[in-house]
């Protein structure tokens, strides 16, 4: 494998997982960042996806140093988690923003490469809780449920230039994201897990590699989860 892949969000949690499992398949990775340190051992981007100029710019670097992505992982993605009485407009549009619009403009700025290489991957992380909607998480749900209806006009739009378009969508998983939660509410969430366990990222990170892979050639439009069992139904 020697493949340009470009993983957004890639610095920590599940993307830094994800960029890691790339790399050590041998592909050339690009993460994106938007704060802190830049990851070792990867050509690191910064960039905010709330900002498209910021975006396009990124991509752009990416093509240049590794040549145009043929795998893009939209993981980039924020909680504000409020009760719908609490819930302001810059909650809901922010996360919308980030966890939605922030993957479309990737999309958008790296599908005309994969076009012209004719083939590539993309893969969205959304999660369980767009699929079965979560109280308090009006716009994180709205915002993931938003990424299947995006990836699955994607796989119609883009299949016939064999560039497939799949979801990911992981239950708990142990990152930063879910280490904000309180034990009591880490207790509730554990007791509703068949597995009975958090995900670890390389778990999430493996279920991408297989979706970027020759032989998931063949699956597009697809919903993906990674998450213990908890979103069985849906
Ligand atoms: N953890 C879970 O249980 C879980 C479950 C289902 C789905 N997911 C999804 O998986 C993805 C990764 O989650 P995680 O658990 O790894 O979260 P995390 O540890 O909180 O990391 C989030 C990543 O997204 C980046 N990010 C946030 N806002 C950004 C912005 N505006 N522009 C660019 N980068 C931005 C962060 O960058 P900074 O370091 O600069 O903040 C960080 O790299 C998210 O989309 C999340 O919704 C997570």
New binding site residues.
Partial sequence: MNRSVLV?????????AVARAFAEAGDRVAV?????EPPAGFLAVR????DPAQVERACQEVAEEHGPAQIVVA?????RDRLLARMSEDDFGSVL???LA?AFRLVRHTAGGMMRAGGGRIVL?????GLSGSAGQAN?AAA?AGLVGLARSLARELGSREITCNVV??????????RALSETQRARILGQVPLGR??R?EE?AAAVRFLASEEAGYLTGAVLPVDGGLGMGH
Avoid: E, W
Wanted: net charge negative.
């Fill in positions: 957004s969000g890639g610095n920590r949690g599940i993307g830094l994106t960042y938007r704060s802190g960039c905010d996806v709330t993981n980039a993605g924020i909680t923003d980030t966890n922030g992380i959304s999660s369980v809780m994180y993931k969508a992981p239950g708990f998983v142990d990152t930063d994201m879910t958090y995900a990222p999430v």
